[in-house]
């Protein structure tokens, strides 16, 4: 079912269509659509491995934004990237039993 959205910016309209057909809430559904995206990104293509990265790092960011306000950018850039690295692998853990 998430085989539709492309390989950039997922549209919004076919996010709401999935998120009511498998009834989602909106972390869920974008929590899968992150996973279809990884499953999709060519690791050797560095242009979608980027646009791949900032678009996970955006909603960490928004998520995490209250607990990030007192540090610094190094500390804010280094603190995403650690969350980065850990939802990438815990999505290749969760698509690997699949």
């Known amino acids: 079912a998430f085989d539709a959205l492309g390989g950039g910016a997922a549209d919004a309209s076919a996010l709401r269509a999935l998120q009511k057909r498998f009834k989602l809430s909106r972390r869920q559904t974008r929590r899968?659509?992150?996973?279809?995206l990884l499953r999709k990104t060519d690791g050797r293509n560095q242009d979608d491995a980027r646009r791949y990265r900032l678009f996970v790092k955006q909603r960490i960011y928004a998520q995490n934004s209250d607990?990030?306000?007192g540090l610094d950018d190094d500390e804010k850039k280094t603190k995403i990237a650690e969350s980065y690295a850990a939802v990438v692998d815990d999505y290749r853990r969760i698509l690997s039993l699949l």
């Open 32 to 36: 899968c659509v992150e996973m279809a």
């Open 67 to 69: 607990s990030l306000q």
